[in-house]
C-alpha cells in the first residue's frame, strides 16, 4: 500500500514556509507500517492541484491533500479535486448549522465564502476539526483512500491524529513499536551498530530519527493478523528490543518519547533533587531547556549567565588569579564555577559551563572548546572538555545538549549504583 | 520560466528529516524572480527517481535535483539521470585526481564506489563543492537546465548560492530586492495592509516571510533589462521601498536582513549600552537569544533565571510582601526585578520577566500572561501585560521575541527623540 502526501500552499512555493505537515504525517504513517513513496508541494491554483491529482491516483493507494480549504477565495481545492473524481459537492446542513452558530457566537459577518466551507464532496465521510472551521474529508476511491485536510499545523496535526486511529482503512496487518531515544552517540554511530547487529527482519524494520545530539530508533512490526506464526513473530519483535535496550543501554534516556529536558526534569523530581546552572558558552540555554519543561520550577534553582569574567568573579567567586593566569576557558574555572554556584543556590546539583563559541576566539582557544562542570552536593564529580564543531549558534546548542547528556549519564550511573 | 525542485531521499519519506533544502533553494530562485511551480520529495530508488524526472522534463524549464550523489550504493541519481537523458557518464580526470589526493591526505581507503564521484554526465558543466567529495553538474537541456545537487545542507546551501550567481541562464531580466524586518506585527496584519495599499505591479512583487514574532516584507521587481521604461519601474521599485518604510517605520528593526536579537546587539553595541535580565517565565531565553549573536560578551552584564520566589527575594530583593501579597505574576514582581536587577550589575538596560507558561497555573493567573519590565539607568521607563497563546514552550519563546521586540522599540524612540 504506498501513501502520497500533496500540500497546497504557494507559501510553501516561496520558501517562506518549512513544511512541517509533511514530516508529521509521514512520521504517523511510517509508524502503522505504510509506506510514504512521494510527496509533492504545489502552489494553491486549479491546474497544478488537478495534475498532481492525476499523477496520484495514477500511482498511490493513499493519498493526503493538505491546505486549500479555508474560507478564501485561493482555497479551491475542494471544487477542484470533486470535479477531477466527477463528483458534487453538497451543502451539509449539520455543517451549515455549525457555522452559522460559530459566526453568530462571535459577532462575526458570514459570507457566501464562509459558507463554501459546509460543502462537502459527495460520499465523503466529515472528520471534525476541533481547532478551526475547515472540516477534513475522507473518501473511498475503487483503489484507495483520498483524505483532505485543512494547511494550518494546529489544525493539521491533531486531525492527523484522528485519522490514523479512525480512518485508515484496516488492513490485514497489527503494528507493533516501540520507541528508545538515545543521547552521546551520533547517528551514523548508531546505524552502522544496527547493520552489524542485522536484527532486521521481512516483519521488523528499524528507523533512526535524528535531533541535534539525540537520536530516537523505532522499532516497528508489521504483522499479518492471520499469520499462523505470528507469536513467534511478535516474540522476535521482544527479542530484538531487548537486544537493542542492552546494547545501549548507558546511552539510552527515555522509553516513553521524552526529549532529553523532558527526561532529566521527571528523574530530579522522583529523586527530589534541585539543581542550577553558571552558563558562560552556554549563554542561558541549559536554563532554558529546563525550564521549557513543566514542573521546572519545582527543581530548578536560581540559574547564573556570567558571561564575563567580572561576574565569574563577583557572583561565583572564581579566582581572579586564575582567570588571570589560565583565562576563563579552562577545566578549573568551570569547576571553580560549579563550587561557587553550589555555595550560592545549596542545589544537589550544580554546573558550570565555559569556552569558545566563536566566531573570533578571545583567549586564542581553539573555537569549539567547552569545559563543563558537575558538583553533586559541592562535590565535583563529572568534569570534561568537548570539542564541537559548526558555526556559533551550532557549538551553543549542541553543546547545552551534550552537557545535559552527561548530566543524565551521570545519574544514571548513581542509580546502577545504588541498586 | 517554471522551475521545479526535486528533493531524493528515503529519510524525508519516513519524516526523520526536515526538508530545508527545499525552502532555501526556493527563497534564493524567488529572489531572482523565477517562479517555483513544483516541489517533489521522493525516496532513493530508480523508479521513483525515473519518474520524478519525467515528470519534471515534460512541465519545467529549470530542474533542481538534490541528494543521492554520495558515494553508496543508495546514491544512484547520476546514474539514473544521464540513463533518462540518453547520455554518458564520463571519468573526469581531474575530479579522480582531487580524489585520491584527498583520500590518500587523510589516510583513508579509496574504493570504486568513492571513484563514481569522479564520473560526471556527458556536457555537463561542475558545480564545485567545497564542503564535501559530491560535486554539483549543470546541464544544459533542449528547454532548459538540469542542475544536480548534494543533499547535505552544508554542501547543498553555498552551491545553491554559487549556482544562482554563476550558473543560472541569464534571462533578460534584471532583479531588483529588497528587504525589510518587522517586529511587533503579524503577518496577516501586515498582509491586510499591503493589499490595502495595493502596491503590487506586474514587475514589483511583494512577499512576506514570517518568522515566529518577526516578518520579513520582500520587494522584488524583474524588469526587462532593454525595457525602454526601465527608469520609471525602478523608479516605482523604489517608491515602494520608500512607502513600506513609511508605513512600517516604528515596527522596522533592520533592512540588512539580520535577526531581531542580531540587530539589538547591534545597535548597544553602537550605543555603548550594556544589558542585563532577570527572567523568570523566559527561564533564559532572553539571555540564550542575545548571546547567540557574535559579540555579545561586548554587551551583556550578568544574567539571572530566578524562577523562584525565594531568588527573586535572594537575588533581585523583590519585596516579600508584595510576593506574599499579589503573587508573583504581576507587573509590580516584574518591576521590582528590573530595578533590583540595575542595583546587581549596574546595566544601563535592565530586563525582567514574570508570567505563567502553563500548562497548569501556580496562582491562579491566566496562563500566558506575560509582565514585562524595561529599566533605563535604573529608571522604570516601559513594561507591559502581554497575553500569549499556544502551549509553553511556544508562550515562552513567543514572550521572548516580544518582549526583545518592545526593547528595540523603546531604544528606536529614544533615538527619534534625539534627532
Redesign the interface.
Same mark, same amino acid.
Given at each position: 500500500m504506498k501513501a502520497e502526501i500533496i500540500t497546497v500552499g504557494t507559501e510553501?512555493?516561496?520558501? %517562506?514556509?518549512?513544511? $512541517?505537515n509533511?514530516?508529521?504525517? %509521514?512520521?504517523?504513517l $511510517?509508524d502503522q507500517g505504510i509506506?510514504?513513496?512521494?510527496?509533492?508541494?504545489?502552489?494553491d491554483g486549479r491546474e497544478?492541484i488537478e495534475?498532481a491529482l492525476r499523477?496520484a491516483l495514477g500511482?498511490s493507494d493513499l493519498i493526503f491533500l493538505g491546505g486549500g480549504l479555508g474560507p478564501t477565495q485561493d482555497d479551491q481545492t475542494k471544487e477542484i479535486v470533486a470535479k477531477s473524481l466527477g463528483r458534487k459537492l453538497i451543502r451539509d446542513k449539520d455543517l451549515e448549522e455549525d457555522l452559522r452558530r460559530y459566526f453568530s457566537s462571535r459577532n462575526y459577518k458570514m459570507t457566501q465564502n464562509n459558507l463554501k466551507q459546509a460543502d462537502i464532496i459527495q460520499g465523503s465521510q466529515i472528520i471534525q476539526n476541533k481547532n478551526g472551521t475547515a472540516v477534513g474529508e475522507c473518501l473511498a476511491l475503487d483503489r484507495g483512500y483520498l483524505y483532505l485536510l485543512p494547511g494550518p499545523p494546529r489544525e493539521f496535526e491533531p486531525m492527523v491524529d484522528d485519522l490514523v486511529a479512525n480512518y485508515l482503512p484496516k488492513g490485514d496487518f497489527d503494528i507493533y513499536l516501540k520507541s528508545i531515544q538515545v543521547m552521546l552517540l551520533g547517528e551514523s554511530t548508531i546505524e552502522s551498530r544496527l547493520r552489524e547487529l542485522g536484527l532486521e527482519s521481512p516483519e521488523t524494520s528499524i528507523?533512526?530519527?535524528?535531533k541535534l545530539g539525540e537520536v530516537e530508533i523505532k522499532i516497528i512490526s508489521k504483522l499479518l493478523r492471520e499469520d499462523p506464526d505470528k507469536a513467534e513473530k511478535l516474540a522476535y519483535h521482544e527479542r530484538v528490543i531487548q537486544e537493542l535496550k542492552k546494547e545501549f543501554a548507558p546511552f539510552i534516556y527515555s522509553e516513553e518519547g521524552e526529549d532529553l529536558a523532558q527526561a532529566l526534569v521527571q528523574k530530579l523530581i522522583k529523586k527530589g533533587q534541585r539543581i542550577s546552572?553558571a552558563?558562560s558558552i552556554t549563554?542561558?540555554?541549559?536554563?532554558?531547556k529546563?525550564?521549557?519543561v513543566?514542573g521546572?520550577?519545582k527543581i530548578?534553582?536560581?540559574?547564573?549567565?556570567?558571561?564575563?569574567n567580572?561576574?565569574k568573579i563577583?557572583?561565583l567567586g572564581v579566582s581572579q588569579d586564575l582567570l588571570a593566569r589560565k583565562g576563563a576557558v579552562c577545566q578549573e574555572v568551570a569547576d571553580e564555577m560549579a563550587l561557587g554556584l553550589y555555595k550560592r543556590?545549596g542545589a544537589d546539583l550544580s554546573l558550570g559551563t565555559t569556552g569558545e563559541a566563536?566566531?573570533?576566539s578571545?583567549e586564542n582557544k581553539p573555537i569549539g572548546t567547552l569545559y563543563f562542570s558537575i558538583a553533586h552536593q559541592g562535590k565535583l564529580v563529572e568534569g570534561k572538555k568537548l570539542d564541537l564543531r559548526g558555526d556559533?549558534?551550532s557549538i551553543?546548542e549542541k553543546g547545552t545538549i551534550l552537557v545535559l547528556s552527561h548530566l543524565m549519564a551521570y545519574l544514571k550511573r548513581g542509580e546502577n549504583h545504588d541498586q
Open positions: 510553501l512555493m516561496i520558501g %517562506s514556509t518549512l513544511n $512541517t509533511g514530516p508529521y504525517l %509521514s512520521r504517523k $511510517t509506506e510514504v513513496a512521494y510527496h509533492q508541494s504545489i502552489s497544478v495534475e499523477i500511482r528507523n533512526t530519527f535524528a546552572f552558563e549563554g542561558g540555554r541549559l536554563a532554558q529546563i525550564t521549557s513543566p521546572a520550577s530548578l534553582k536560581s540559574s547564573y549567565v556570567t558571561y564575563s567580572e561576574y563577583k557572583d543556590t566563536g566566531p573570533i578571545n556559533r549558534q551553543q
